[in-house]
């Protein structure tokens, strides 16, 4: 699982996957891009922790002062780069979440949705820490993971995936409880409002949770450096 992303499922074989999904699939994804879009300002730095091939980017960038994206998988920030050419400030980095080249304070708003914060399989708290070095006072940082509601058309998109072979076979008799598992080792969990104030209740922030559409859960999480 560790490089499913960069020798499996990165660049357009990433896109398809979007490009497949059931139109309840896609008002999900088109809800959770407005509700971040939402959280943007003018003026606004904005970091996307696994951007994939820059699916959402040019709709932030269209808020945004500037906007970059890292992931760790090449061959979909070059496919990414090529294709959103044409978008001035939208910036790409191959770069580990957990590892972020960039000075403390540097963002207004960090993001990592669709799930990204179980999907890069990282230490959760880890991802939170560095987002928030990165983050400045006061500033936003947005993760989303998928609502409960949504089990039943999020599988569905999954096993049309499979099918594609784009993923692998699923396991049906390992993939239940929020959890997807296929038999060539992709794992996909969630993770739900008590979770996500788990993995923040150590920081000093304020964190909210949201379902939004009936499909996704976003924690937003403001950071309160220098305050008691």
Same mark, same amino acid.
């Given at each position: 699982?560790? %490089? ?109 949705? !669709? ?45 049309? !995936? ?32 008590? !979770? ?7 920081? %000093? ?24």
């Amino acid at each position: 699982m560790d %490089n499913y992303y960069i020798n499996r499922l990165s660049a357009e074989k990433f896109k398809l996957c979007y490009e497949l999904a059931t139109p309840r699939v896609k008002q999900y994804l088109d809800a959770e891009s407005e509700f971040v879009r939402q959280k943007i300002y003018p003026g606004n730095l904005v970091l996307e922790l696994g951007c994939g091939y820059g699916r959402i980017l040019p709709a932030i960038a269209g808020k945004a002062r500037a906007v970059v994206g890292i992931d760790i998988s090449l061959p979909s920030l070059l496919f990414g780069r090529e294709t959103i050419k044409n978008v001035p400030n939208c910036f790409w980095a191959q770069m580990d979440a957990l590892r972020l080249s960039f000075f403390d304070n540097s963002f207004d708003t960090v993001i990592c949705i !669709q799930n990204g914060i179980s999907a890069f399989q990282v230490d959760g708290k880890a991802l939170v820490r560095e987002s928030l070095r990165v983050t400045r006072d006061k500033g936003t940082i947005i993760f989303s993971s998928y609502s409960e509601k949504f089990w039943e058309h999020r599988i569905e998109w999954f096993r049309i !995936q499979s099918k594609a072979g784009l993923l692998g076979v699923i396991d049906d008799n390992k993939t239940r409880d929020g959890r997807i598992v296929c038999q060539d080792g992709f794992a996909a969990s969630t993770v739900n409002s008590i !979770q996500f104030l788990e993995l923040t209740s150590e920081f %000093n922030v304020d964190t909210n949770t949201i379902e939004v559409d009936e499909s996704s859960l976003f924690c937003e999480i403001i950071p309160r450096k220098g305050h008691a």
